[in-house]
């Protein structure tokens, strides 16, 4: 059965870092994922943490971080003036993951939803960049991740991330997926990440529900915890069993507006939940013992 082994701090969206990696470290995870965005969950954008502050952060949690899930802004993939721009934003982020050991990062971002016309243009245009970003990644010793599909960007859908997939050049170029964004697009997973083959490098888990009056427009609410939503666990589970992935599955669960003693029980329940769908946890975390006020001996200041 396929197993978590990493935990993002995306679950603290409206903490800093020096407050949510002592709670993730608590919990007893020792891999972990950075979420940074332009519009809200500034974990890792720029200034506060630094890279040796984070380095140094990282290694008196004894944390190994395995992914940054970074969004620099909302870039129009037919406008050339915005290509450059996205470049430019994501090398200067790249370039920063060698001192922190972050050794994956996700491209969103470029490309958004709703382009309207010939979907394969704006693709087309959005290929040279990645290829592009796939080249500097490898400079960097850091592998470049897309998230499909995606809601949001122009990939919605897998007929499109197949598209890409099949004429992607960088070999430093792989697939996330995400469990909500499966549910709702609703393609075949074990077939889908069969197709993707061995471009299929990293997993979020949370859960979704269809709701037609959803905030971002998309008619589904993409931010529950596992067991509040419809997404078969068990099911995506069997398709990744199926296709032999054993690389890492971050556990992606979002809270917003939440304190951070009911973002602990959320995760306890999400954690309890996934685990009665079959899925194993880290040895250390206990999914009974998350019931709030989990506190860490280890606190950190901005400098």
């Not at 949001?152 to 897998?158: I, L, M």
Request: net charge positive; with cysteine; glycine share 8%.
């Amino acid at each position: 059965m396929a197993r978590v082994t990493a935990i993002s701090s995306l679950g603290w969206a409206h903490y800093t870092l020096y407050e949510a990696l002592p709670r993730m470290a608590a919990m007893g995870f020792r891999r972990i994922e950075i979420a940074s965005f332009f519009s809200y969950c500034f974990h890792f954008n720029s200034g506060s943490p630094r890279p040796r502050e984070l380095r140094r952060m990282l290694d008196e949690l004894r944390l190994v971080p395995v992914c940054l899930n970074y969004c620099g802004g909302f870039y129009e993939a037919r406008r050339p003036e915005d290509a450059r721009r996205y470049v430019d934003d994501m090398r200067r982020k790249i370039e920063q993951l060698p001192e922190v050991s972050i050794p994956m990062m996700t491209m969103q971002g470029f490309g958004m939803r709703g382009t309207g016309g010939d979907w394969k243009r704006p693709l087309t245009n959005c290929l040279r960049v990645w290829n592009r970003l796939g080249k500097i990644g490898a400079k960097h010793g850091v592998k470049m991740l897309l998230e499909v599909p995606h809601l949001y960007h122009t990939y919605s859908d897998a007929e499109r991330a197949l598209w890409i997939f099949e004429r992607l050049e960088s070999p430093n170029v792989g697939a996330l997926v995400d469990t909500t964004h499966w549910h709702a697009t609703g393609y075949d997973a074990a077939e889908f990440f069969s197709l993707l083959g061995d471009r299929l490098w990293h997993v979020h888990l949370r859960d979704a529900r269809a709701n037609s009056r959803s905030r971002d427009g998309t008619g589904y609410d993409l931010e529950l915890t596992p067991g509040r939503g419809d997404v078969d666990f068990r099911g995506f589970a069997a398709a990744l069993d199926v296709v032999g992935y054993d690389a890492d599955v971050s556990l992606e669960f979002e809270y917003r507006d939440m304190d951070l003693d009911s973002i602990e029980k959320e995760f306890g329940r999400g954690m309890r939940y996934l685990r009665r769908c079959g899925w194993e946890l880290p040895v250390a975390v206990d999914p009974a013992a998350h019931r709030g006020s989990t506190r860490s001996k280890i606190e950190f200041r901005r400098r």
